[in-house]
């Protein structure tokens, strides 16, 4: 089993749709949890870092459920420009383990 | 503030060769990743520098592959010699101490032919 793992999707959602992803963990000792985005050809930039009471930004909001060994990430009122890759990168310590990413099209 | 660099953003080098890539991480930061994505798959961890030292070098592929950060600025990672699956995208990314957040290079495309 992997240590992370993701629906790679493609997610294909018409603009102002509301849109989850998943990530399940295998590591207990796991520390710390984020979402990353990676656009095509580009680097993996910082969406959110998730804590373990749930955060929103704006109109994206990530969830952790430690017990059940996943986090989520729900966007609202899709944007075009949220199109991308989005990565589940969870932290052991000093290490960063990604995940292999969520490919979301917001559609016009 | 300069952001991490890398360096070249593509080499394309024939099998048997060598190459070495350069990241410049944002200045201060004394943790030092590299990573890499091979076509299809997910990022994979490389290693880890805490200034000069190897912190955490277990995703190496094997000992074609050195690593580098003499004096805790940049680093380079060297690969002698090349093979095909060698090729993909090679990320660099720093972090400032008691830090979790990364912050990446915009990569370096290796194609081994």
């Known amino acids: 089993r992997k240590e992370v793992e993701q629906d790679p999707g493609p997610f294909n959602v018409p603009e102002g749709a509301t849109v989850a992803f998943n990530c399940t963990y295998s590591?207990?000792?796991?520390?710390?949890f984020f979402w990353y985005r990676q656009d095509c050809r580009k680097e993996p930039k910082l969406l959110m870092s998730v804590y373990s009471s749930g955060n929103e930004d704006g109109r994206f909001t990530a969830q952790l459920n430690r017990a059940s060994q996943y986090i989520s990430l729900l966007i609202r009122d899709s944007k075009l420009s949220d199109s991308a890759t989005y990565l589940c990168?969870?932290?052991?310590?000093?290490?960063?383990?990604f995940g292999p990413g969520t490919r979301l099209s917001v559609l016009p | 503030e300069a952001g991490v660099t890398q360096f070249p953003s593509h080499s394309v080098i024939e099998k048997g060769q060598t190459v070495t890539l350069r990241c410049d991480p944002i200045?201060?930061?004394?943790?030092l990743y590299w990573y890499r994505r091979v076509m299809g798959k997910e990022i994979k961890f490389l290693l880890h520098?805490?200034?000069?030292?190897?912190?955490?070098e277990s995703g190496m592929p094997n000992n074609r592959f050195l690593a580098e950060r003499t004096g805790g600025t940049y680093s380079t990672l060297k690969v002698q010699p090349a093979e095909l699956e060698d090729s993909g995208v090679y990320f660099c990314?720093?972090?400032?101490?008691?830090?979790?957040?990364?912050?990446f290079g915009s990569g370096t495309q290796l194609s081994v032919l």
């Open positions: 590591n207990s000792a796991s520390q710390s």
């Open positions: 520098f805490v200034k000069e030292s190897k912190q955490d």
């Open positions: 200045s201060g930061h004394d943790n």
């Open positions: 990168v969870i932290n052991y310590g000093q290490n960063f383990v």
């Open positions: 990314a720093s972090s400032p101490q008691g830090n979790e957040k990364l912050f």
